[in-house]
């Protein structure tokens, strides 16, 4: 049957996908040629063959593969009504100068708004079902204000991460502020997470903003996780060698990017269980340190990665882009070393990115007993892909379909806690005229409040 939106938004309504190829990323579950899954509110119910249907509404998904929705571990959503303004960014210094430098100062609430929003709904509509904005123009608390409510009204999970902008005016409320934002926005919302932003060194932005025994004593008097971004290089490495000395990592603290460390540094990350967030294609892109994901370093390490998107100004927006990326790049690196030598490459696949893109990401950002998987229990957030689309067909193998054949085109259904976000391909509750003039006027506010012509 072809359900009406309105019976599938019945509140209290109980869902069964049936006959599809299910990749559970569960490693007891695994992958189920053909079967069914149950959603009971906001929860996954069962998944099986052959599942009793009892009062669920049923729904015949034959031909699509089920699977959890992506996690994107780190992400500058603010930035979204300025994507691909500089696509051939040069290095950091250059996206430093002319983003965080340049443009972020002219960012108003409504901006932040904006911009959060349509990385939010470009994410749903690519099959992200968490996202975690690492929102560092947070310069007053009508900022923050503003990019938690964009999280929250386009439903998808969100972490808002706050960090005080890198340079220009700001009001001096954060980190205070992120007790009211706990209070205001996070604590009634089971969708919203909040975490403390930072980043690894002063080389950037100065000391207020590097981690140290301050801000992790703020994040753990809140009772919240740390995402700490531009970790690379030798200073990073030392750092991270003094933060496990002080006791300031562990399971609750995510570390991103991570090119160029020490093994010294990684064997400090995976004693203590610190999470990792990779960025493929910003790290080889924009070239941050080695330019090279750090997939081998952490896998040495025992670590499993989780995988992000990092800024729109220069680079794709969806995560089957960043698992292509991480696959080719590492299975590249691993042949070249091996080339001439008649050792075997030890290669990757495709089963270990979309693990990375789920699961991992999950349990990088503190939600792995969550999301990331297809697990009964966990939230209901589950991607309906269709598998004998032009593009896909026919079906052979259900990771591979997802992983090196699909996108956004063929993402017929996103669910969230249960909820449909997006049906039959399309994003719900989106008037696109509307967001496109929103977007359009905001890109034309800050470009012109920055002082750029055109």
């Known amino acids: 049957m072809t359900p009406t939106l309105d019976e599938l938004r019945r509140p209290g309504r109980r869902i069964l996908l049936t006959g599809a190829a299910v990749v559970t990323m569960d490693p007891e579950l695994g992958v189920l040629p053909r079967g069914d899954l149950l959603i009971d509110g906001d ?30 571990t780190h992400r500058h959503a603010w930035e979204a009504q300025l994507r691909r303004i500089m696509p051939d960014v040069n290095d950091l210094g250059e996206y430093v100068t002319s983003t965080l430098a340049g443009l972020a100062p002219a960012y108003q609430p409504q901006d932040m708004y904006v911009g959060t929003r349509l990385a939010a709904l470009t994410a749903i509509d690519s099959g992200i079902t ?44 954060w980190p205070a502020d992120l007790t009211r934002l706990h209070d ?67 399971p609750d603290v995510c570390l991103i990017h991570c090119t160029g460390l020490t093994p010294q540094a990684w064997q400090a ?70 080339y001439g030598t008649g050792e075997q490459p030890a290669r990757i696949g495709v089963a270990d990115v979309l693990d990375f893109a789920t699961l991992q990401g999950a349990r990088s950002i503190g939600l792995g007993d969550v999301t990331g998987s297809l697990t009964p229990g966990k939230q209901a957030d589950v991607l309906v892909v269709h598998a004998e689309d032009l593009n896909n067909m026919p079906l052979n193998d259900p990771i591979g379909t997802l992983v090196l054949g699909s996108d956004a085109r063929n993402i017929d259904a996103v669910f969230i806690a249960g909820r449909v976000r997006k049906w039959a391909g399309t994003v719900l509750d989106v008037d696109p005229a509307a967001l496109r003039e929103d977007v359009r006027a905001s890109r034309d506010r800050v470009l012109h409040a920055a002082g750029h012509r055109s």
């Open 130 to 173: 968490t996202m975690l904005d690492f929102s560092h123009n947070s310069r007053t608390a009508a900022h923050s204000d503003a990019a938690v409510r964009a999280l929250a009204d386009t439903g998808i999970r969100g972490v808002h991460a706050s960090m005080r902008p890198h340079f220009g005016d700001w009001d001096g409320q």
């Open 43 to 72: 929860r996954i119910a069962a998944v099986g063959a052959d599942l009793p249907a009892g009062d669920a509404l049923v729904i015949d998904v034959t031909g699509a593969v089920l699977a959890p929705g992506f996690v994107d």
């Open 184 to 250: 205001t926005h996070i604590a009634g919302n089971p969708l919203l997470t909040l975490r403390l932003a930072a980043l690894a060194t002063d080389e950037v932005a100065g000391p207020d903003l590097a981690y140290g025994e301050h801000l992790a004593r703020t994040a753990r008097d809140l009772g919240i996780g740390v995402s700490i971004d531009a970790v690379f290089g030798p200073a990073s490495s030392q750092a991270i060698l003094g933060w496990a000395r002080q006791g300031l990592l562990g």
């Open 269 to 338: 990350m995976a004693d203590t269980g610190a999470g990792v967030a990779l960025a493929p294609t910003s790290d080889a892109q924009i070239g941050l340190e080695s330019a090279i994901p750090a997939i081998d370093e952490a896998l040495a390490a025992g670590i499993r990665p989780g995988l992000s998107i990092d800024v729109e100004v220069a680079l794709a927006s969806d995560m089957f882009t960043q698992m292509r990326a991480l696959h080719a790049i590492q299975r590249m690196r691993a042949a070249h070393a091996a």
